[in-house]
């Protein structure tokens, strides 16, 4: 998914549209779900390292309102972008269990997906053109 985001990020930057943007975000810690519910089973010490979905769905209403070009191709986690791009210090309303701090699952800084030749992007081939009309 991220390498996708990258590739596309720069289709949006080759085609001029500087008001679109696509981004990857991952949860930094575990996020409550009927998944994580059922691999619980109750239990107090695996729900410690849960943080509720609030802060993913807080991460994505931030993105959405941050400019196009500022995002376009980033690859972030819901808490490094609240923390960076919002001034989130404290992540403690997050956590499914009062006071726990949850582990975290996700490395600090991703990798850099960039490569020297991406600026390179060969011959150009429309596809429509060559193959006619898609029919559904």
Known sequence: MSVLTKGLAMDFIRQGRSDMAITSIWPA???ESAATEFRSSGDAEVKKDLRKPTIFSDAILAMLEAPAGEVNGLIDTD?????RRKGV?????YSVVEGAVPRRIMPAEFPVLEVAEQEDEGRRVDSTKLFGKARL
């Open 29 to 31: 810690v575990a996020i």
């Open 89 to 93: 210090r404290d992540f403690a309303k």
């Open 79 to 83: 808490e490094d972008f609240l923390r």
